[in-house]
């Protein structure tokens, strides 16, 4: 696909097709077992400039556009789905509402420390029965004097252990549903603020997935990011850039698959012969490759819309949903190919697997994907 590409786009993922191919490949199976955030990695992928690709100079970003930015996160993801998500949500979930709802001061508080990858993001929306319907959010958030004090707890936050920089979403008007709810900076550090639940998860076990749990957590007026009780849109709005990073690492998730089953079946023989030559094999790959090329089409264009300003909810919700199915159908071909040894840990079939299923789940469930296409073509 390079000739959709700039110049500068293909430098820069080439850049992270080295970075991912010589220093986190060959940890990242051993990572994903033993449940090991790979702390060391993301602070060179800081240095490397990939925590603020998208973002302006002048926050400290690297100043590139978002097509750059799907490019990182898919390459990253093709070495490891874990890494790629550490990012995404880094960037698209947490940077990016500052960046875009945050005052001048809230930037230039936040951004720097962030864009370098020194702290980390989190962002949760999700609770207990506020999962698909985000609207029903339960955490509250009152107004006593010129504080705001937090209760409730969040859900299924990526980067929750990690993170020291948290926007989430509180009511602040009970009753009003997504009319009611308004969107918060909080940092780790904050009284009454604490890591509940770890989950333990079937892949992109490199993550940490977290509960966050406010108590009486006193906030002053400035942690508000946006305005009072418009923090629905601001996460509708967050989450329609979250969708297109997490289609870029459904992409990356697929192309590892693909390189992984032409590498075996080209070397695995049976009957006498490379099973790459028998007809069954090549018609897997074959749908292996259309599916991945259709994706990342969706995905690209999801991400040409974002740089162009133009209106890309239903893009990107396009692009999650295929890229998401690419990579179930991509991992489950890539484990067929391998047989009996695709289903061992030895080889990174089975991860790539497990690694895919998320991406069907989290930002938005495949279903609430053809919810948000479907409302838009009927409306
Ligand atoms: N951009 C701007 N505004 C939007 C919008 C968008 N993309 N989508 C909706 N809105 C606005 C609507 O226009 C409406 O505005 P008004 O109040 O002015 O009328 C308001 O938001 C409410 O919209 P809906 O009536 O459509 O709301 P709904 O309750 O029917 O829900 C939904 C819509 C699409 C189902 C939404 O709830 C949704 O996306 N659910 C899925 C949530 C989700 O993706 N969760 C994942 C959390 S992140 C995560 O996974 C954690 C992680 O760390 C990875």
């Known amino acids: 696909m390079d000739h959709l590409l700039s110049e500068e786009q293909i430098m820069l993922r080439d850049m992270v097709r080295k970075f991912a191919t ?55 993801s093709r070495a490891c789905a874990s890494t790629g998500v550490i990012v995404s949500a880094h960037c698209s979930l947490t940077c990016d509402p500052i960046f875009r709802f ?18 980390i993001g ?5 609770e207990s029965n506020a999962g698909s319907d985000a609207g029903n959010t339960q955490t509250t958030a009152v107004k006593k004097g010129d504080k705001w004090i937090l209760n409730g707890s969040k859900l299924w936050a990526t980067n929750g252990r990690q993170a020291e920089v948290f926007v989430l979403i509180a009511s602040t008007d009970p009753g009003k549903g997504t009319r ?29 997935t977290t509960e966050i749990v406010l108590d009486n ?53 049976q009957f006498g012969k490379p099973i790459a030559s028998f007809q069954a094999i090549q018609w897997m790959i074959a749908d292996m490759w259309c599916q991945y090329n259709s994706a990342w ?7 040409r819309m974002k740089d162009a300003g133009l209106n ?55 279903e609430i994907q053809r919810l948000v296409i479907a409302r838009n073509l009927l409306k």
């Open 22 to 76: 010589e220093e986190i490949e060959p940890v990242a199976s051993e990572n994903e077992q033993n449940h090991r955030y790979p702390e060391n990695i993301i602070k060179e992928a800081g240095e490397l400039g990939l925590m603020g690709v998208a973002y302006p100079d002048e926050y400290g970003g690297s100043g590139m556009d978002f097509v750059s930015y799907m490019l990182t996160i898919e390459e990253l």
């Open 102 to 119: 945050g005052t001048e001061e809230q930037k230039q508080k936040y951004l720097p420390s962030m864009l370098s990858g020194e702290k």
């Open 312 to 366: 890309y909810g239903q893009e990107s919700a396009m692009a999650k949903l295929v890229a998401s199915e690419a990579a179930m159908f991509c991992a489950n071909k890539c484990i067929q190919i391998h047989g009996g040894n695709g289903y061992t840990t030895e080889y990174k079939a089975e991860r790539y697997y497990r690694d895919a299923k998320i991406t069907e789940i989290y930002e938005g469930t495949s």
């Open 297 to 303: 089409m969706l995905t690209w264009n999801a991400s």
């Open 180 to 208: 009611g709810v308004s969107t918060f900076i909080v940092e780790a550090n904050t009284p009454g603020y604490s890591v509940g639940k770890v989950e333990s998860k079937l892949g992109i076990r490199s993550t940490s």
């Open 217 to 269: 957590v006193e906030l002053p007026e400035s942690a508000l990011l946006g305005e009072v009780n418009k923090g629905f849109k601001v996460s509708m709005v967050t989450l329609d850039g979250g969708r297109i990073g997490i289609a870029a690492q459904a992409l990356g998730i697929a192309r590892a698959s693909i390189e992984d089953a032409i590498k075996y079946a080209k070397s695995r023989e």
């Open 122 to 126: 989190a962002f949760s929306l999700s």
